[in-house]
């Protein structure tokens, strides 16, 4: 299958042995992970990269996640590998992964209260649900071109020649969505437990 999505729950604290294990990664994962000061967000960001460690795992028999790189506008990419496209998103207590050969972009969001004045810069959120389903749609197409997000407020672009975005069902709460171009978004989400993606660390 050209394009795989995958999430998982981060809803749970790390153990001391569990965080070191999470933080075996390449220099350029590394910094990032700790410049994440919040302990919460940096366990969701560290599950976000074991997740993709366990699919890379699954899909091209990778052990470990190669050097990352980031372009200009901030989109990271594998240098050594530019065929293996790939997008991350972390939320407080779940993580999505999308890996493709073509540019992907994929967003997670636990619903929670907004406020009605940020509400209303979405002409079509009149729910906190429509709201967070608007926010990933526009989050996800702009990590799919790396235009940054920005580019999609306080108007949205209609969509390009050949995208498609699609909602995606993960976890009750939370708003999902992925973006992609050419291609088709899988009707389904593969879900892993963290216990996966951390025995995944011990292959």
């Known amino acids: 299958m050209d394009v795989q999505i995958w999430a ?12 070191e294990a999470m933080m075996q990664l ?3 994962w590394r910094e990032h992970a700790l410049r994440t000061r919040d302990a919460d967000k940096r366990r969701d960001r560290l599950c976000a990269y074991g ?17 990352m790189a980031r372009a200009s506008c901030g989109k990271p990419y594998f240098p050594d590998y530019p065929a293996v496209q790939f997008s991350l998103s972390h939320t407080d207590g779940a ?7 073509a540019p992907i972009g994929v ?15 979405f ?9 967070f ?22 108007a949205e672009p209609p969509l390009e020649a050949g995208e498609r975005f699609s909602l995606l069902e ?30 995944a660390l011990d292959r």
């Open 133 to 154: 389903q608007s926010w990933v749609r526009r989050e996800a197409r702009s990590k799919r071109t790396g235009i940054g997000v920005t580019a999609m407020f306080p």
């Open 95 to 101: 993580v999505l992964v999308g890996v493709s050969r």
């Open 26 to 28: 390449p220099e350029t």
């Open 51 to 67: 997740l993709l460690r366990l699919v890379l795992g699954e899909r091209y028999h990778w052990r470990d996640l190669p050097p």
């Open 170 to 199: 993960t976890f009750p709460g939370y708003a999902a969505g992925a973006a992609v171009q050419y291609t088709e978004v899988p009707d389904t989400v593969c879900k892993a437990s963290l216990e996966q993606i951390l025995n």
């Open 123 to 131: 002409g079509e959120a009149d729910t906190t649900e429509a709201f």
């Open 107 to 121: 967003d997670i969001e636990r619903i929670r209260p907004i406020r009605g004045s940020v509400m209303r810069r």
């Open 8 to 19: 998982a729950r981060s809803d749970r604290p790390l153990t001391d042995r569990e965080t």
